[in-house]
């Protein structure tokens, strides 16, 4: 139907730092594009990559452009207008969701401790399993502190409130925006449900001893029924592999 | 905050009306203040236009150090001091004045989500042109940022201010960026803007909302600000609608006003000197 070229996209062990990267990889099958994800941490140090032929690309946006340039495009229905929210709300993702997200996975020491280090650790080879999970957990707090710590908020934990709670704000916007609707922007799946997809799963999906912003993603059952109908339509060969950790 | 302490806040802000002398202060706005302080600022005065809401610009060197989060413009009213434009649109609202009532849930979000578009895409892309671009920053942010005090002192503020802004920049991943590719995220910026924009006279409906004053204090700044080269300003003349816009809303909110009017046009054309 479309290209026959085989892609390879690494997508990492979960979703990724950015929470692009599951988006990358939908949006990728959904064109129709042939990509793998075997799963398996990338000798760059950079996840999500593409590797198409010889030409190796990082971070969800360039993929997505690239993607858009070898003619693989969800949006050619799109008006104009749904184009440019589809550019806000992911500036809203980013922005707001994107902390809370990182601080879940990276900077909270029991979430960090049982669940994120010995999952990214188990597939990244000896030694860099010794270095890795500590560097990416020290980028994550120092962007965190970077972007939303300055005064007047001076200790972690007001800065931890004050994320979690614009996060939850996120995902009730993110709900009201939805509402009933299958998809975003009507009944076929576009990049902002790509790039939604993709910061909710982890969210939805991984189980942490720390859940409070998943117990707030399952107080919205029409983002949860969304992100369950992506795994069911567009994952249904992978959705037992590992997407869990024990 | 706690929920608890921002209750509390609310309360008293809710206790008194809108006093006549309330003040906005910001940097120095012939010699020091910068691009994107200068856009942020613009912004919070069009939005209190906006809402009728009588302020009075106060310029001080030390305006960033005399701010409770360090970021300017902030504004004194009664007894409380409250600085950027999410914490002011917060307090004006529970002073009984608000310009997004009449939206519904779904455009309330849109909202939003627009003005993190444009923190997120053009308040960046002007602090990396001011902070990450050499040429910028010897010619321009560097005379002017410390301007107001003797050597050294001036070269050292602005070398901290500097390093902070580069290290936020490196972690969100802006640092590899160049400024071609910064130039074509703004242009994409302008063009989101643009389309959502289309032939409205404001973003929704027919009434000005914090969206209108935030894209207004940006571009108009954008538009008026001489820097080293026109390249910045050129991405958004390329929008008509959005220059039409711009002129739409200086036209009915700051030429009115007595002390504004034609003085601003001049404070800004003369800023354009002086910028070189």
């Known amino acids: 139907m479309r290209g026959q070229q085989r892609r390879a996209c690494r997508s990492g062990v979960d979703g990724g730092q950015d929470g692009g990267s599951h988006g990358a990889e939908l949006l990728g099958r959904r064109l129709g594009a042939a990509v793998r994800a075997p799963g398996v941490s990338n000798r760059h140090g950079d996840v999500p990559v593409l590797i198409s032929e010889d030409i190796v690309i990082s ?18 229905e799109l008006s104009a207008k749904q184009g440019a929210d589809t550019l806000a709300y992911i500036a ?29 650790a188990s597939s990244i080879t000896f030694p860099l399993s010794l270095y890795l999970p500590g560097k990416m957990s020290r980028e994550a707090l120092n962007r965190i502190l970077l972007t939303r710590g300055g005064p007047p908020l001076y200790t972690l934990t007001e800065v931890e409130a004050q994320i979690y709670r614009d996060a939850k704000e996120c995902l009730n916007l993110l709900s009201k925006r939805l509402g009933t609707s299958q998809f ?43 992100c369950d109908d992506i795994l069911t339509c567009y994952f249904r060969l992978t959705a037992s592999d590992g997407r869990q950790p024990s | ?50 809402c009728n809401l009588p302020v009075r610009v106060v310029c001080r060197a030390n305006a960033e ?35 997004s009532d009449g939206l519904d849930e779904v455009q309330k979000a849109e ?26 920053v010897e010619e321009i942010t560097h005379p002017r940022y410390g301007s107001p005090y003797p050597w050294p002192l001036n070269r050292i503020l602005s070398y901290q201010k500097q390093w902070e802004v580069r290290r936020k920049m ?19 910026c302008c063009q989101a803007l643009s389309q959502r924009l289309g032939t409205q006279p404001y973003f929704f409906n027919k009434q000005p909302t914090e969206l209108d004053a935030l894209v207004f204090g940006h571009l108009f700044t954008i538009l008026t600000t001489q ?19 711009c002129r739409r809303i200086e036209q009915q909110y700051f030429e009115g006003n007595d002390k504004e009017s034609s003085s601003t046009a001049a404070a800004r054309s003369a800023k354009k000197s002086l910028l070189r």
């Open chain 1, 59 to 76: 971070q969800p946006a360039k993929i997505l452009n690239f993607l858009r340039k070898q003619k693989y495009n969800a949006d050619y």
């Open chain 1, 92 to 120: 809203l993702l980013e922005e707001k969701l994107l902390p809370s997200l990182l601080h879940t996975f990276w900077v909270d020491a029991e979430n960090y401790c049982s669940v994120t280090k010995p999952w990214f």
């Open chain 1, 184 to 226: 975003f922007f009507g009944d076929t799946p576009t990049t902002l449900d790509a790039f939604v997809f993709g910061f909710l799963a982890p969210i939805y999906k991984v189980c942490f001893p720390r859940v409070h912003l998943q117990e707030h993603l399952k107080q919205l059952p029409n983002l949860c029924r969304f």
């Open chain 2, 1 to 50: 905050m706690s929920l608890v302490a921002e209750a509390f806040v609310t309360q008293l802000a809710a206790a008194e009306p809108w006093p006549e002398n309330a003040a906005l202060y910001q940097q120095l706005k012939e010699e020091q203040i910068l691009l994107s302080d200068n856009a942020s600022s613009l912004a919070v005065q069009a939005f209190l236009q906006m």
């Open chain 2, 65 to 99: 150090y005399m701010s409770p989060s360090g970021k300017v413009p902030f504004i004194h009213v009664g007894n409380q001091v409250v600085s950027e434009l999410g914490p002011i649109v917060q307090f004006v609202k529970a002073k009984g004045h608000s310009l």
């Open chain 2, 111 to 136: 909202m939003k989500a627009y003005m993190e578009l444009v923190n997120n895409m053009l308040l960046t892309a002007e602090l990396y042109l001011q902070w990450c671009d050499d040429v910028t």
């Open chain 2, 170 to 188: 490196k972690a969100i991943g802006w640092a590899g960026k160049t400024l071609q590719q910064v130039l074509e995220d703004v242009d994409q």
């Open chain 2, 227 to 245: 820097l080293t080269t026109d390249e910045l300003s050129e991405k958004v003349k390329h929008y008509s609608n959005l220059t039409a816009f």
